[in-house]
């Protein structure tokens, strides 16, 4: 049928990835895939921050003042976005992610990548659009997104991670297959964040995320620095959630949301297990290919030395279709690698994002408990001065109690609010886990139907040359 | 304790040498082992037409030192010098799956139980693999032995064969430990002799030239195509893992990832078989860089006889100059001369066999391997395909 045709189109161009062309530059090196940790770790000293760059992208805590600023996304009708989730099908937008280039040198230099967005929505001014931006945009622009939509449950893609020895390497002006894999690891998952990104219907919309694609100009995010004032913020925040986690226990009367977090605590550990599984997989079957090759000039050896003319140039021929099979190999863990190692990684912090809304789900739970606890003490003390004669306290203190009776109802409105939205969100994320891994499993497996066709065609070749031998 | 019973999948012959004359009078195969913690028991069977047997068919039990015993014995037989001795069976080595073995122990707790199960499975595969491996090189041994004019009427192999009492094989003392010791040093300074020595054969100066190079060269890739088997399993170990991995979040109700999981496990499979054709390879390269050996050894024993020959010659002319014990430096030399024209003899008839040998024990391994790759490789893409359209259609 047309949808699932253009469904299977949008997949294949938006989660597309060069693995042929790049095989070449990559991956004669076992490069160990340690990059991928969940350290907050420095980023180079940024050149002078030229102006601040709008809201601040640190956890806002949720205010009254706060909430009525976005009312507008906040109180989207729950229709609308039912609606966006059936045009999906229709979905028609590509981005691509290419042209690494350098800028100035030292440890001052940093990558910039050409950002192509090509689409037909209406909500872009042009149907093609191409804008330079660096690691530290996509950084700031994930920023944005989280502290905007994350309070209310949305599940926020999470951006690609830093990495000082991988950018060092780089900065510093190694041309080595290393600084080059990396670059490309980093390309592949920053058009991976943007492509997961305008996925989700509320973020396409969102005017930092259309300023991000189409504007040539982009305020420097400084705040994503590490040792900013911001950053030192961020971590401030990240220990106050932890110690809060701890001290929240939510009188869960939802069963669903139970079993989600149970099952998302579980899915983490798994794929955290697959992921390792899958990255040592990688790192052996390049081993494979170091090892054929040198089977490979070996055999071309023994094949020289050998004085029987049939069995010399059957060892030789041996020689070159094992030549052949490392190059196999060699794409074979490229495929490993870009298709499935890096989705894995991709999904492990996905879920830390899910889990991250649940745990928001209880601080407005928390917030609504303070509310009331808040409300009850300020009956209590209109009670108080009913006995009392002091008619302009009593007003005090009825104004409170309105002030705290309207807090308490939008602490439950919003309760009532993130709980509808993480479940509609957990549902989308979990369709799309499901269509993202089917998609990536079928391209791996033709990737080894490739694989193993091309040995046939080596072995089939050889056949003669060892029936040969008389 | 396990116990291993071969049928007729030796017709599809596993070893990797190959017998040139088709002699049915005496017919030798190693049918079961048994293997008792550190100890394997061979059952040598035989069964033969020759007179000096005293019965038609009959087995024997014997370990790997007895085998040992008789190379030994073989070797040091003056008679034998210009033969190519078959090269002795390698001990059992069971190292590597006893090393699964342990971890397999040690890592129990952080594993759940299918994990385990397949673990385990995956170490007795081994097990029985380095077994039958260690089977198939000591049948072989007694093979070439019986296949071989002069040595399948050697006492001791026959003694080797029939004798149904424990051999009592000594273990070698000291002194006898030494002497061994001593001959291989003799042998490297045998290996400059061999060098040294002028040559006045053609025959022999090609060998010569050819062997040393070979001899380098073989081992050299025998090594590399161990590292690359080994690459290969470990390749097959992830798999394993990553398919264990994917049944756990399958609980997940999902189709797609229970489809995944069965392709893994046979890609697994595929890798496995893959690796196995590859081992029919190295333990190709295995065998004959040992039997390469062998061949050099003749050629040492030879270079030996034709430094004795010249050095009895030059002990003759002196003794004719001085004047004295000239009967005795004649006899000498006649010897010498003897011995160095029958090691010449027999060397050269040797070789010939022995390259014929080589070259069809590599034609034959080398089709049988691309035979079994291109089998495998057509299979898994028959149910790689097939899974791509299951997943399609969900």
Not at chain 1, 111 to 128: G, N, Q
Not at chain 1, 280 to 301: G, I
Not at chain 1, 411 to 430: A, H, L, T, Y
């Amino acid at each position: 049928s047309n949808d699932a045709e253009n469904t299977a189109a949008h997949h294949r161009n938006t989660l597309q990835f060069n693995t042929y062309s790049h095989r070449k530059q990559l991956f004669s090196v076992c490069v160990t895939l340690s990059e991928a940790t969940e350290e907050v770790s420095l980023d180079s000293p940024e050149r002078q921050p030229i102006l601040s760059d709008g809201p601040s992208p640190v956890i806002t805590p949720v205010t009254p003042v706060m909430i009525s600023s976005r009312a507008d996304v906040f109180d989207r009708s729950p229709d609308q976005d039912e609606d966006e989730e059936e045009n999906r099908d229709t979905f028609d937008i590509q981005i691509s992610v290419s042209d690494p280039e350098k800028v100035g040198d030292g440890m001052n230099a940093y990558m910039v990548y050409k950002v192509l967005t090509k689409t037909s929505l209406s909500i872009f001014s042009r149907d093609e659009v191409c804008v330079k931006r660096r690691f530290s945009d996509f950084l700031g622009l994930h920023s944005k997104l989280a502290s905007k939509y994350m309070h209310m449950g949305y599940i926020v893609p999470p951006a690609p991670e830093k990495s000082i020895v991988g950018m060092t390497k780089v900065k510093v002006g190694k041309e080595d297959l290393s600084s080059v894999e990396f670059v490309e690891k980093r390309r592949s998952a920053l058009e991976r964040y943007l492509l997961r990104t305008v996925k989700h219907p509320a973020l396409l919309k969102d005017p930092d995320v259309l300023q991000f694609l189409e504007s040539s100009e982009l305020p420097r995010a400084v705040s994503t620095q590490a040792l900013s004032g911001a950053g030192i913020l961020r971590m401030v925040n990240k220990a106050a959630d932890a110690v809060n986690k701890m001290t929240i226990k939510m009188n869960e009367s939802d069963a669903w949301f139970e079993e989600k977090q149970q099952q998302f605590e579980n899915l983490d550990v798994q794929l955290r297990k697959l992921h390792a599984s899958v990255e040592s997989l990688v790192c052996h079957r390049k081993e494979l290919s170091v090892n054929t090759a040198s089977f490979a000039k070996s055999a071309a050896m023994l094949g020289n030395s050998e004085d029987h003319t049939a069995l010399s140039r059957a060892l030789s021929q041996l020689a070159e279709v094992e030549e052949k099979i490392d190059q196999l190999h060699q794409d074979q863990a490229c495929a490993d690698f870009y298709l499935i190692s890096e989705l894995l990684g991709d999904y492990v912090r996905l879920i830390t994002a899910v889990k991250g809304v649940f745990d928001q789900r209880m601080k407005t739970w928390a917030k609504c408990q303070d509310a009331q606890v808040m409300l009850q003490r300020k009956r209590e003390a209109e009670a108080k001065l009913q006995h009392a004669n002091k008619p302009d306290k009593l007003q005090q203190a009825k104004d409170e109690i309105r002030e705290w009776e309207g807090k308490v109802q939008q602490g439950e409105r919003d309760f009532e609010q993130i709980s509808k939205n993480i479940r509609r969100e957990v549902g989308r994320f979990e369709k799309d886990r499901v269509k993202d891994f089917r998609v990536v499993i079928i391209k791996y497996l033709e990737s080894l139907v490739h694989t193993q066709q091309q040995m046939i065609k080596y072995w089939e070749a050889f056949l003669p040359e060892a029936k040969a031998i008389a | 304790m396990t116990s291993i019973s071969e049928d007729s999948d030796k017709e599809k012959v596993r070893s990797v040498s190959v017998d040139l004359n088709n002699d049915a009078s005496l017919v030798i195969d190693i049918p079961d082992a048994l293997c008792e913690r550190d100890k394997v028991k061979f059952t040598v069977h035989t069964k033969t037409t020759l007179s000096s047997f005293q019965k038609p068919e009959f087995s024997v039990p014997r370990q790997h030192e007895e085998f040992i015993w008789l190379h030994d014995t073989i070797v040091e037989t003056e008679e034998y010098a210009g033969l190519i001795i078959p090269p002795a069976p390698p001990k059992p080595d069971f190292e590597g799956p006893r090393e699964k073995m342990h971890k397999l122990g040690e890592g129990e707790s952080s594993m759940t139980k299918e994990e385990y199960a397949k673990m385990k499975q995956e170490l007795e595969a081994e097990y029985l693999a380095v077994f039958k491996k260690t089977v198939q090189v000591h049948e072989v041994f007694l093979q070439r032995l019986s296949s071989h004019p002069i040595f399948r009427k050697d006492r001791n192999f026959q003694i080797f064969l029939e004798y149904d009492q424990d051999l009592s094989v000594r273990r070698k003392n000291a002194k006898e430990m030494f002497g061994g010791f001593f001959k291989n040093m003799v042998k490297s300074a045998d290996e400059v002799l061999i060098s040294g020595v002028k040559e006045v054969d053609e025959f022999f100066e090609q060998e010569k030239t050819f062997l040393l190079d070979y001899s380098s060269k073989i081992k050299d890739a025998s090594a590399k195509a161990e590292k690359m088997t080994r690459s290969h399993k470990n390749v097959a170990d992830d798999y394993n893992h990553i398919s264990g991995a994917l049944n756990s979040t399958a609980a997940d109700n999902n189709t797609a990832f229970k489809k995944t999981i069965s392709v893994c496990v046979l890609q697994k499979l595929e890798d496995r078989v893959a690796s196995d054709q590859e081992l029919k390879l190295t333990e190709l390269l295995r065998y004959y860089t040992r039997d390469i050996q062998a061949a050099k050894d003749l050629l040492y024993r030879r270079a030996r006889a034709l430094a004795d020959n010249e050095n009895s010659n030059k002990a003759l002319d002196k003794a004719r100059l001085k004047g004295k014990d000239i009967a005795q430096a004649e006899e000498n030399q006649k010897q010498c001369l003897q011995k160095f024209d029958k090691l010449s003899e027999s060397g050269k008839k040797e070789l010939t066999s022995f390259k014929a040998r080589r070259v069809v024990a590599f034609r034959k391994n080398l089709i049988e391997m691309t035979e079994l790759e291109i089998k495998h490789a057509k299979n898994s893409v028959s149910l790689l395909q097939g899974s791509i359209e299951i997943l399609n259609s969900n």
